[in-house]
T-cell receptor, first 112, second 115 residues
Framework: SQELEQSPQSLIVQEGKNLTINCTSS?????LYWYKQKYGEGLIFLMM?????EEKSHEKITAKLDEKKQQSSLHITASQPSHAGIYLCGADRGSTLGRLYFGRGTQLTVWP | GAGVSQSPRYKVAKRGQDVALRCDPISGHVSLFWYQQALGQGPEFLTYFQNEAQLDKSGLPSDRFFAERPEGSVSTLKIQRTQQEDSAVYLCASSLTSGIGETQYFGPGTRLLVL
């Protein structure tokens, strides 16, 4: 079962456009992780958010965790073909062992 | 090594065969996780090791699945009498320590196809 809801399920944008992917949880998040996955490859760590209201950026990718710590968004500015892939959010629900619960992912296609 | 490695990368098995999947975590990482990712789904937790101790195996789908990490480094996930529903990508992840806020670094996965 999937603990997190991601939207949209897929996204097709033209190169240069901005886009946002959302991740919603029905339970409070202790930590929220964003990963990127390309077909046939493992998950590449992007960012981790822990505090309500926290925002982090890396290159053209910005992730935010809302104040209530139940929703996160991932925003890509001026998308490029290299941004294409599956974006997964993973939730840390406070287990001392650190297991993550993942959404189904958002498939991003960027066409030139 | 520089990252988490897994072998084999691809495995085709006939239904009923036993398979063994290997994970080499980042050197010095205490925690090791196994996840199963079905087509079109996010990864789902299988089991967790802290050093050589298997502290959580609640995600293993049946008693045909068995994992070990005898020396606290390399781990093996074994599936006995494979079934078609076992077809998936098996991902291994490691983190430096355990607990909240520790980033998990994933390997490339083993893609298992059971015919």
């Amino acid at each position: 079962s999937q603990e997190l809801e991601q939207s949209p399920q897929s996204l097709i944008v033209q190169e240069g456009k901005n886009l946002t992917i959302n991740c919603t949880s029905s339970k409070t998040l202790y930590g929220l992780y964003w990963y990127k996955q390309k077909y046939g490859e493992g998950l590449i760590f992007l960012m981790m958010l822990q505090k309500g209201g926290e925002e982090k950026s890396h290159e053209k990718i910005t992730a935010k965790l809302d104040e209530k710590k139940q929703q996160s968004s991932l925003h890509i500015t001026a998308s490029q073909p290299s941004h294409a892939g599956i974006y997964l959010c993973g939730a840390d629900r406070g287990s001392t062992l650190g297991r993550l619960y993942f959404g189904r992912g958002t498939q991003l296609t960027v066409w030139p | 090594g520089a990252g988490v490695s897994q072998s084999p990368r691809y495995k085709v098995a006939k239904r009923g065969q036993d398979v063994a999947l290997r994970c080499d975590p980042i050197s010095g990482h205490v925690s090791l996780f196994w996840y199963q990712q079905a087509l079109g789904q996010g990864p789902e937790f299988l089991t967790y090791f802290q050093n050589e101790a298997q502290l959580d195996k609640s995600g293993l789908p049946s008693d045909r699945f068995f994992a070990e990490r005898p020396e606290g480094s390399v781990s093996t996930l074994k599936i006995q009498r494979t079934q078609q529903e076992d077809s998936a990508v098996y991902l291994c992840a490691s983190s430096l320590t355990s607990g909240i806020g520790e980033t998990q670094y994933f390997g490339p996965g083993t893609r298992l196809l059971v015919l």
